[in-house]
């Protein structure tokens, strides 16, 4: 017996959608097989981590240079004035200290529905002087940039339908593109949370780095604790952890020791023998963002841990 016209239909509306499902997989899968294969081969530039207060303090020693500035999402209703684009967002420190940012915003965090305000969150960017204070500007590659005009200005000219078509999947992997940069800017190395772990207290991060099944002699003389792992750095610094280990980009597996890792966590510390220790809480694996694990980027061995 044959299929009526009507299940023909669902049919089809059913096979697009598990096509179009299976060609998102695969672009996550291969943005995350790419970052930790840079992460893990190329040790890239550190990047600065700065306060609010010290763009605030000190802007010329910022100003045109790409930061990471840590400090509280408060959307449009901070200390700042002047608003000059409806996409344009408050980072807030201590005081009123304040500056505009016009990245995208951190997952959870929307300025319109003031969603998120009050949390800690790290935005990335460009540092450019708007009317004489500070301001956080998207990162683009202008190379990269060029070169999409120049071909877009040789391709001749098409047919409307592919056009719309090739229009409609370079705003799909724009979107995950933006994702992408979201959770970069979100990802910190052990020596980027150890050169001011304070800073990050009271803030849900990705960490990156080297799974270790064992924390023995890493960031403390303390003895390890059972089920304690820990992530290592291209330059060796290391931080203890707790809580679930990450498993493999889709597979339910534990990484061997030496794969490149990354998962949500807060940071916390603890006393023992008169000293104290900070140790990273990795939070459930349904806390995690649904992206990409962002690449690993090292950065300069601390002078001392606390």
Not at 58 to 86: H, I, L, N, W
């Amino acid at each position: 017996m044959g299929l009526t016209d009507r299940e023909h239909g669902i049919m089809k509306i059913k096979y697009g959608m598990e096509l179009r499902a299976a060609a998102l997989a695969a672009a996550l899968c291969l943005i995350f097989a790419s970052a930790a294969t840079r992460g893990a081969e190329q040790e890239q530039e550190s990047r600065t981590i700065v306060t609010v207060k010290q763009l605030i303090d000190s802007p010329a020693d910022y100003a045109g240079k790409t930061v990471v500035a840590v400090g509280m999402f408060m959307g449009g209703d901070g200390a700042c004035v002047g608003r000059m684009d409806a996409r344009d967002w408050m980072l807030q420190g201590e005081g009123r200290n304040c500056v505009w940012v016009r990245v995208e915003p951190p997952q959870g965090c929307d300025p319109a529905t003031k969603v998120g305000v009050g949390r800690t969150v790290a935005a990335e960017g460009i540092v450019s002087m708007v009317r004489n204070r500070p301001m956080l500007f998207p990162a683009r590659d202008p190379a990269k940039a060029g070169a999409q005009r120049q071909q877009s200005a040789q391709q001749p000219r098409k047919d409307p339908k592919e056009t719309q078509k090739e229009r409609k999947e370079a705003a799909e992997q724009r979107m995950l593109e933006i994702e992408r940069e979201r959770d970069a800017s979100q990802s910190f190395s052990p020596g980027e949370l150890l050169q001011n772990p304070a800073l990050f207290f009271g803030m849900e991060f990705f960490a990156a780095g080297n799974y270790r099944a064992d924390s023995a002699g890493c960031g403390s003389d303390a003895p390890a604790l059972e089920g304690e792992w820990a992530i290592e750095d291209l330059l060796g610094n290391c931080m203890r952890a707790r809580g679930p280990v990450p498993e493999r980009a889709g597979l339910a597996s534990v990484p061997a020791d030496g794969e490149l890792v990354s998962f949500k966590a807060v940071m916390k510390i603890e006393t023992a023998s008169g000293s104290a220790s900070h140790y990273l809480l990795a939070l459930p694996r349904l806390e995690e963002f649904k992206t990409t694990a962002p690449e690993m980027k090292p950065a300069s061995k601390p002078s001392s841990t606390k």
